[in-house]
Structures are given as C-alpha cells and as structure tokens.
DNA sequence: TTTCTGACAACAA
DNA sequence: ATTGTTGCCAGAA
C-alpha cells in the first residue's frame, strides 16, 4: 500500500455523509476532526464538490461551523439547499441553521459502521 | 510537471 | 473583538 493515498479521505467524506440522518446537520469541520485532520475541513467540502457526481450524497446536511449554508451556491438552486434542510425540519433563516447545537449531527456517533 | 485554487477552520497579531 | 494568514489534500489548467 504506498500509493495509497487520501484518495481515502474522499471515500471516508462520502461514506459519513451518507449517513446523516434527516433533520440533522453536521459541519465540514466536525467530518473532517472526524477523519483525524481537524483542518482538512476544505477538503471536506471539496470531496462533497466532486459528490455532486453522486446524488446519492446529501451535500445540504453539511454546512460550516456558523451554521451557514456557504456550499448552497453549489446547488442546482441557489435556495434549494435550505429548502431541503427545511423540508427535513431544520429552521433556517437568511441561510443560516438556526440553533445549529440542536440539530448538529457528529460522526463519532456513526463511527460504529466505519 | 508545477502552480493555484477550492462547500472551512484555527491560530496569530 | 476583528482581520489576516496558514494548514489540509486533491483536482484542474
């Protein structure tokens, strides 16, 4: 195994966020504390970038550590993102999650399927 | 091949 | 407290 590289951290960015639960939101950060570089936060968000090939991936349960919904520019519309999350319960206001603590959704907590 | 950028976050001044 | 810079890894030009 040398060759193998971080193409794993994508994967592993993937994997986790395939398994946010609806309703819930987790940050870029928290994934990326998660996969043992706490400031490989970018990269979380550019692995969901490149999920975009994936639907499969709920990219709109992601956001930054403020709560905002920055990777909302990213979407096919510029509110669906937030129409998403409010569709799964979350209160969002002016793109911003709402009592981010209560709806935010950590890893470790599915670390048991990894 | 080298260089820059990119859905963030943390640290330094 | 706010602003600016650095770190992270991989992909695109």
Redesign the pocket.
Known sequence: MDKK??????ERVYKIARQIPAGKVT???AI?NFLG????????????????NDMS?P?HR?V???GLL??K???QGINLMQQLLENEGVIIKDNKIQDLDNYLWKPELFSENL
């Not at 590289?5 to 994508?10: M, P, Q, S, V």
């Not at 570089?37 to 975009?52: E, I, Q």
Request: no cysteine; charged share 10%.
């Open positions: 590289i971080a193409t794993n951290f994508f940050t870029y950060g990326a570089s706490p400031k490989s936060a970018r990269m979380v968000g550019w692995a969901l970038n490149a999920s975009k991936i990219a992601v930054n550590k403020a920055s990777g520019v990213h979407f």
